[in-house]
């Protein structure tokens, strides 16, 4: 697989955009081992190998266990998560697959339980950049690096 163009350079002035919606949105009080798990969940479900690789390193970085990460994909069968990161997760997914789930109201209640109105704004930015970006790197073929094992 080859990419097809480099996106960063072809339109530099939208990426800046991009990038200053995501500074904005990570930058705000949710904690950074959430944010980074919506990102890596989001972008599982997309199947943006980029983006895994690079949300799971960073995980990894700021602590993350194996074990979670491992359950990340299945994680209503895991009791590794806590109530709010669930809430957080299924609204991930939900808004995620939007066309196909149109974000149950049970979905967002237990979304609505554990994070303010501006928390949930920002969440929901957050998945929306994430969604943006995989799309960007799935269609244009971002390539991540080769670690070998």
């Known amino acids: 697989m080859q990419p097809r163009i480099d996106y960063q350079k072809a339109d530099a002035a939208s990426l800046q955009a991009m990038l200053q919606l995501e500074k904005h949105v990570t930058t705000n009080g949710i904690e950074p081992r ?37 359950v990340l994909c299945v994680w209503r069968e895991s009791p590794a998560f806590t109530e709010k990161e669930r809430a957080a997760l299924a609204w991930t997914e939900a808004v995620t697959l939007i066309s196909q789930t149109g974000v149950p109201d049970d979905v967002y209640e237990a979304f609505a339980r554990h994070f303010t109105e501006q928390e949930q704004v920002q969440l929901t930015l957050l998945i929306g950049t994430i969604n943006v970006w995989n799309r960007l790197a799935i269609s244009f073929r971002a390539m991540h690096p080769v670690v070998a094992a």
Request: hydrophobic fraction near 30%; charged fraction near 30%; proline fraction near 0%.
């Open 34 to 70: 959430l944010r980074e798990l919506i990102k890596l969940r989001a972008s599982q479900i997309n199947g943006c190998a980029y983006c895994v690789d690079m949300h799971s390193r960073d995980l990894r970085k700021g602590g993350e266990t194996e074990q979670r990460l491992n």
